[in-house]
């Protein structure tokens, strides 16, 4: 299976991210500077952790930190994030899970592998898995299948583990009820904001502003640049020189005939009212009379959606229990009976499954069907058209790059192919590149470059890329006039704070001997407000989501109605007492505290394996190079 798996998957190093697949394997560079491939980064009992295999999982981590937080990344973030640090832990807690499965007796078959890789939605078409599918995502994720099929059967040995360390866990239904009364407990305080703005006349002179450059010289340093010469080979060049025989269309539609027989499915709506599928007689036949009462009314003429906005208990409730299309095998086989006897605009009775009782509506109902030859042919001339431009793009690409190795021949490459070549200005790691479709990659491969190093070929999404580093400075520290306004800009901020604490911490005082709140703030020309109720976890009302403002809050009660200090929030430093506290009464619903249950056995179980995850690190033998990832 996983052989046929592998048939014809390309090689393209091609640096996208699809978030359908969670993979180490992802990007080949790290840092400012190359490493040899076979440096170690760190040893766990005696067996080694390469380079490469490091400098995949940072940049894995690199990538998803920019899609979080886009061009706010900078050198100072990465820094503080420690990515190379948290890379190395990832490698390490790895191989000593992997080792822990092995010494327990863990293995995954291939079965097994083959069976979970099926199972993942990136590599489905038509409701099952598509070796198409299949050798398209590797392909772009410039991956081999051993590689990835390494990777994964690595992760699925890895919860093997987690499953056996955890399965034990269990939660009673009074620790349930005693943690949502914690986790739902509100509070209701009243409040004034000191806010910094209110104090304008902060006066800085230069020696002031100096001194302050000079205590937080870091914090103004400029970002390291580079300066990049390159070359593109767009595969749409390249598409006038594509030659496409019809017996070659044919024969492609000839053989792939899955890619154009799309399955029986059914697109549609449903209303659940869970029953446990253990549940007794009188919930199941309470689960129905209800499911019937909402059936009743759908015949009446009442709106399918509506209805399961308001009444539905499924996770699909807030779009109106709209499931989208599926084909069979993806539903419990009593739904999917249900569903694929359903015509377009019919409804069923209410249906029994494990998850309780639903109602279904069919939106519209495909018979399966293959699609003629002459309605893909079109398509299929796109695709091969498509294909053969980006392997004589890259044919072409990699040609110039073998005569360009060194360094000296890329502009003698450039003309003997007949691109342009381009140089762009000095850039940082997060600045937009004019022209560049990934402009986050072309940077990181810029300044892992060392000076005048031509880099391998790089498939950047509009063209494959080869890239010249001629120019990089490091990070430095410009002169105090070259950022003065910016000094004073901060320092003010920085004094009107010191000022709101200083003022907030005495009105807090005033507040503890006796002074009621109100006359507070009407002596200082501050407004008093209440926040309504709000419990652990949420945004306080009209001040935000403020962690330390709710914690303090909540220590609050009668007895003990103020707090230790004013708390600094976003908008000024709050001064508050408590006026009063809800704790919520447990209801009783199982299905409530079920799902309760649920939740705290899964904070328990990341307890008791985190606990575990420390005693492995602890046995281990562990040995890091952290002067190599400096």
């Known amino acids: ?35 040899n491939s076979n440096t170690t980064v760190a040893t766990v009992d005696g067996e080694p952790i390469g380079y490469m295999e490091f400098s995949r999982t940072y940049q894995n981590l690199m990538e998803n930190v920019r899609r979080q937080f886009g061009g706010n990344v900078d050198e100072d973030m990465i820094k503080a994030l420690n990515l190379k640090e948290q890379a190395v832990k990832e490698l390490v807690d790895r191989r000593i899970i992997r080792n822990a499965a092995a010494e327990m007796g863990f293995r995954v078959t291939d079965e097994e592998l083959s069976a979970a890789i099926r199972a993942i939605p990136a590599f489905q078409a038509n409701g099952g898995f598509n070796s198409q599918a299949y050798q398209q995502v590797l392909s772009r994720l410039g991956l081999t ?17 987690s499953d056996f360390i955890t399965r034990t866990v269990n939660v009673s239904e009074d620790e349930a009820a005693a943690w949502h009364q914690w986790q739902n407990t509100t509070v209701d305080i009243e409040y004034l904001i000191v806010e910094p703005a209110r104090y304008t006349d902060i006066d800085l002179n230069e020696e002031e502003l100096r001194s302050h450059f000079r205590s937080n010289e870091a914090q103004y340093k400029t970002a ?48 659940l009212i869970k029953v446990d599928k253990d549940a007794d007689d009188a919930a199941v036949e309470a689960g129905r009379l209800r499911t019937s009462e909402i059936h009743t009314r759908l015949l009446k003429g009442e709106d399918f959606a509506e209805l399961a906005k308001q009444l539905s208990e499924g996770p699909s409730k807030d779009q109106g229990g709209y499931l989208g299309t599926f084909g069979r095998g993806r539903m419990v086989k009593p739904f999917e009976d249900a569903a694929f006897a359903l015509q377009t605009g019919e409804m069923s009775e209410p249906v029994r499954t494990d998850f309780g009782w639903h109602i279904i509506k069919v939106e519209n109902h495909h018979a ?3 699609q003629s030859f002459e309605a893909s042919e079109d398509k299929i001339r796109g695709q091969l058209s498509d294909k053969k431009a980006r392997a004589l793009a890259l044919e072409d690409a990699e040609s110039a790059y073998d005569m360009s190795y060194g360094g000296d021949d890329l502009l003698a490459a450039a003309e003997r192919y007949g691109v342009t070549v381009q140089t762009t200005g000095l850039f940082a790691r997060n600045d937009t590149i004019p022209g560049v479709a990934n402009s986050g990659q072309f940077a990181e491969t810029g300044f892992r470059l060392d000076a005048m190093a031509v880099g391998e070929v790089q498939d950047l999404g509009d063209g494959f890329y080869i890239l010249q580093t001629l120019e990089k400075l490091p990070a430095q520290i410009p002169a105090f006039e070259e950022v003065q306004a910016r000094v004073k800009q901060d320092l003010t901020a920085a004094r009107q704070w010191d000022k ?25 020309n501050m407004s008093v407000q209440t926040s309504g109720w709000f419990k652990r976890g949420d945004a306080v009302p009209e001040i935000g989501f403020e962690p330390d403002l709710t914690a303090a809050a909540m220590k609050l009660s009668v007895d003990n109605p103020f707090p230790d200090k004013a708390v600094r929030v976003q908008k000024g430093v709050v001064v508050f007492r408590f006026v009063d506290r809800h704790i919520p009464e447990i209801s009783g619903d199982d299905a409530e505290l079920d799902d309760i249950r649920k939740q705290l056995r899964q904070r328990k179980q990341r307890e008791i394996y985190g606990n575990w995850m420390a005693e492995a690190r602890n046995q281990a033998e562990v040995e890091i190079d952290h002067e190599l990832l400096k």
């Open 1 to 35: 299976m996983l052989t046929q798996m592998r048939e014809n998957v390309g090689s393209w190093i091609i640096k996208i991210l699809l978030g359908a697949i969670v993979v180490v394997f992802v990007l080949w560079g790290v840092g400012p500077e190359q490493k």
């Open 145 to 161: 299948p051993e590689a990835f099929e390494a990777s994964h059967r690595e992760d699925l040995l890895i919860q093997k583990v």
């Open 224 to 271: 390291p640049k580079a300066k990049v010469r390159y070359v593109v080979f767009r595969p749409a060049d390249y598409k006038s020189r594509v030659v496409l025989e019809d017996d070659e269309v044919k024969a492609y539609y000839d053989e792939n005939p899955k890619e154009f027989f799309s399955p029986e499915s059914v697109e549609a709506r449903h209303i």
């Open 368 to 370: 399966a069907e293959t």
């Open 500 to 524: 709101a604490q200083t003022e907030a911490d005495g009105l807090l005082d005033a507040l503890r001997e006796g002074s009621p709140l109100a006359e507070i703030g009407a002596s200082n």
